[in-house]
């Protein structure tokens, strides 16, 4: 018996809370919300005039150059010309290289140069193509020889 009065009692209690919650669940949706009003930027009438696209171009065009000059990087090239090969009496071989880095074209270049040997190189591709000018084609081997401790491997071919 008196755990049925408790039981009426406890639903009695959830029944009441349910319906307040239910009946302020009501209110909240009926709460009319906020107008709010677009903000409006203040019109300044005291604007500049933009120059004229033509304008600026002129007195650019107009002006004088400045009395010095930017630094810039130095380039250096030399093509090697048919006059030059047979002047020289040296035999022209194509080294094809393949697809190489920066720092590998770096150590071919520091190879060349250390012993003194002419060079041209062309892209086909992703493969790097050497035109290179010596007398000896066994000094040539040696030399490239010289690549496969920067893991760069050739393929050497008479032009």
């Known amino acids: ?7 009426t009692i406890l639903a ?4 009441i809370t349910l319906l307040v919650l239910i009946r302020k669940y009501i209110d909240a ?4 919300l906020p107008v709010f009003k677009p903000y409006e930027l203040a019109v300044d009438n005291n604007q500049p005039e933009f120059a004229n696209v033509s304008d600026w171009v002129n007195k650019l065009s107009n002006k004088s150059s400045s009395p010095f000059i930017y630094p810039a990087p ?5 093509l090697l010309l048919e006059d030059d090969i047979l ?4 035999e022209v071989f194509r080294v094809s290289v393949g697809a190489i880095d920066d720092y590998q074209f770096f150590c071919i270049n520091q190879v060349f140069s250390s012993h003194k040997i002419k060079y041209s190189y062309y892209k ?3 493969n790097i193509w050497l035109v290179v ?3 000896d084609e066994n000094y040539l081997r040696s030399v490239l020889d010289k690549l496969k401790y920067y ?3 050739y393929i050497l071919a008479k032009a």
């Open 87 to 90: 002047e020289s009496h040296e």
């Open 133 to 135: 000018l010596t007398k």
């Open 151 to 153: 893991e760069i491997n």
């Open 124 to 126: 086909v591709g992703d």
């Open 74 to 78: 130095v380039l250096q090239v030399k």
């Open 12 to 15: 009695c209690f959830i029944l």
């Open 1 to 7: 018996m008196q755990v049925r009065v408790l039981m």
């Open 29 to 32: 949706i009926n709460v009319a």
